[in-house]
């Protein structure tokens, strides 16, 4: 039987790209490749247009109708942007509803929809025609390292025990206004904010400035744990890898957070709506924090229960093959 030519596309860079988006684009292509599968990651809309592809997948709202060859169409859904705008209340973005638009089109013209977790708009596939299955994320997308910035480590000298936040200040949906409010009642809290926008008038946190993904996992794995007060998430690339770094993880009940298996240790989790109250974020910061328990022995564990992007890649191969089996519309 001749290998699956697999076609990966998004508008954005897939192969160079930092957001969840492109990470699991590439931990895919990574593990699809080893398993004898000739795969592709392209933003060229031309690539499109190949009529050898068994296999186009296509992320999110970036869906593009193309004409109808024998290739299994897949779509993928990191998310959906419905239910970022409910969690933000972000009612009056004309683009989001645009995109959740794609996004259901994507699922309701493709034959296979894969989901990071579970979402009502993936199971629309089993209604119309496709077939979907949850994927998850996997927590092993790189071992690179890289050395921090002179700068940051400068500053990290010395400095003892510190926790981390990754993402843009004055994103709403990753909840940094939260963290800000907390962080007062946190005085004990050394803060290292990744890359550190939205957070220049804060006392005390460090701002790491722009980082590498191999710095970012350089940084994480000499960190004591990470904030990840959210507002909406789909399955939490940077919750994946810290605990499988061992780090003490706090994060709001939000997308795939209460969903890990069972066993996994460091987690502290806190609803979305206590987190708003910043001195119930404080406290379970503080909480956390106070956690016994040795960072190896927690990494050791959690990197056993926790899924591989090898896992990700069978439940995408099989669903690809089960629609093959049954034949495409």
């Not at 004309?94 to 699922?107: D, I, N």
Request: aromatic share 6%; with cysteine.
């Amino acid at each position: 039987m001749a290998p699956l030519r697999w076609l990966q596309w998004s508008r954005v860079d897939l192969a160079g790209g930092l957001g969840g988006v492109e990470v699991f684009a590439r931990s895919l292509n990574r593990e699809l490749l080893k398993a004898g599968i000739q795969s592709k990651l392209s933003r060229d809309p031309r690539d499109l247009l190949d009529p050898n592809w068994d296999v186009i997948q296509m992320h999110g709202s970036a869906f593009e109708r193309v004409p109808r060859t024998k290739a299994i169409r897949v779509q993928t859904l990191h998310g959906t942007t419905l239910g970022r705008m409910s969690s933000c209340g972000e009612w009056l973005w004309p683009g989001g509803y645009l995109a959740w638009l794609r996004e259901l089109q994507g699922v309701v013209l493709s034959d296979v929809t894969l989901s990071v977790r579970p979402l009502a708009t993936a199971r629309l596939a089993d209604k119309t025609g496709g077939i979907s299955r949850v994927c998850w994320n996997g927590w092993d997308s790189s071992e690179e390292m890289a050395p921090l910035p002179q700068a940051l480590e400068a500053q990290l000298s010395g400095l003892g025990s510190f926790w981390i936040y990754i993402g843009r200040g004055e994103d709403l949906v990753k909840g940094a206004d939260r963290l800000l409010r907390a962080l007062p009642l946190c005085r004990k809290l050394r803060l290292v904010a990744v890359p550190g926008s939205g957070f220049e008038s804060a006392p005390g946190v460090i701002r790491s400035g722009s980082l590498s993904s191999p710095q970012v996992r350089a940084l994480m794995g000499r960190a004591e744990g990470i904030v990840i007060p959210s507002r909406y998430e789909g399955n939490s690339l940077a919750m994946l890898e810290a605990l499988a770094h061992g780090l003490r993880v706090l994060a709001t009940r939000v997308g795939a957070a209460e969903l890990h298996p069972k066993g996994v240790q460091g987690l502290h989790l806190i609803s979305s709506a206590d987190a708003d109250h910043p001195e119930r974020l404080a406290g379970v910061i503080l909480d956390a924090a106070m956690e016994p328990g040795d960072r190896q022995t927690r990494a050791a564990n959690n990197q056993k229960v926790l899924p591989r992007w090898a896992d990700v890649a069978r439940t995408a191969i099989e669903a690809v093959r089960s629609r093959l089996r049954a034949g495409s519309p």
